[in-house]
């Protein structure tokens, strides 16, 4: 028998319809099957395809303020994804009503509390993730002395040129353990043209990889004229800083907007900057999306609008 369950297709991490990253939110009340999780995950063919369900058996998704939450790529589940958060909480609050002013989800990265924020944004409470500096035997660098020094793996720097153009200089590099994704500061005089140029060779970092230390690349810069280097908003306020993110080892050569890798990258210039409030922009080209960011002892607090492009019906 055919069962049928809301679906939406949102736009995360902006103000503009096919701006952001999509994520595709199912509103199933019951666990399913890992293959099935899966076999959805890859029908939608996004990013991310997030699945609740409530865990109040009395309680219904416009009621409940506690549900279970699980994120899938087009390949495989994955432990933290901030847009698709977003765009969950966005349909629960937005489109299904929610009468909670604050949703708790359980999920494979702890307790995730997200509640609105006043103004129609969500905020969501995320982990912060502590950072190594790695070390590289043949990259002429210094070590970013605010974090530990780690030796990097051999191959890594390798892995780093698939996205990075040697003529770039590499300010930096940091490891979130925990996160298993690293961070790459570039040269600050970079430009958006620049930035945005940067190309991943997906299949020669699957080549040189298998995801079982690095899970995604994060590609970030202060930059030091926002305004000349074209690092600033619609309204003209500048970016803190910006960023771009590759993920092939999760089947995703490329993410428009990433709130897990926030929980790395801000910490980073939160460090280095000592700002505990920070604008960031994720430059992925004909997408972008922006970021408010706020450093909360050792959690990140993201602050972001949605907008839905999609409301449809699942059937399986």
Known sequence: MT???????????????FKGNPAAVCLIPEKLT??????IAAEFNLS????LHPLDPSSDFKTCSKFSLRWFTPTNEVPLCGHA?????????NEIGNVNSEIHFETKSGVLTVKKDGSGNVEMNFPKYEL????FEDLVHQPDEHFPEAPAPSFLIDVIHCVIPSKISIESVVYAPKYGGIVVIVDPETTKTEFEAFKIDSTRALELHDGSYVRGISISLRPSNPLAQGFVD???????????????????NEDPATGS??????????????KTELYGFQAFPTRGAQFRIRLQD????LNGSSLTVLRGEINF
């Open 3 to 17: 069962k049928t369950y809301p679906a939406y297709t949102v736009d995360a991490f902006t103000t503009e319809r």
């Open 34 to 39: 890992e293959d099935q999780y899966h076999k």
């Open 48 to 51: 991310e395809t997030a699945f």
């Open 85 to 93: 958060t977003l765009a969950t909480s966005h349909v629960l609050f």
């Open 132 to 135: 190594e500096s790695l070390k």
């Open 234 to 252: 619609a309204s003209g306020e500048p970016y803190d800083y910006a960023c771009r993110y590759f993920g092939p080892w999760d089947g995703v």
């Open 261 to 274: 890798a926030q929980c790395t990258i801000a910490p980073y210039w939160g460090k280095v900057t000592g």
């Open 298 to 301: 050792d959690r990140v607090i």
